[in-house]
């Protein structure tokens, strides 16, 4: 069962950290689409809590960001390469 988080809670969490749970929370929202399509069973209150906790991960990312001094543009360009470097195309 997901139990709900705090943002304080996950500010301690290094980038790597940040970036596998926001992987983890995405793939459980993916999975939870899935088990609604083909009507098995499944928690429709883990829909919110797991993009809440995406939110709050991407936030905490952001806020890391501002710091350092990264513009928005700077930031988006940096996540396509990620992403482009995982192998997820031109998404």
């Known amino acids: 069962m997901a139990k709900p988080t705090k943002a304080s809670d996950l500010r301690g969490l290094s980038e ?10 995405k793939r ?6 899935v088990a609604q399509r083909t009507r098995q069973a ?7 809590w797991n993009s809440r ?16 001094g990264i513009s928005k543009r700077e930031s988006r360009r940096k996540d396509k390469k990620e992403k482009l470097a995982l192998g997820f195309g031109n998404f």
């Open 42 to 48: 499944y928690k429709s209150s883990e829909f919110g």
């Open 28 to 33: 459980a929202l993916f999975d939870l689409r």
């Open 16 to 25: 790597e950290e940040l970036n596998a749970e926001v992987y983890k929370c």
């Open 53 to 68: 906790k995406i939110a709050q991960l991407l936030t905490i990312k952001r806020e890391r960001e501002l710091v350092e």
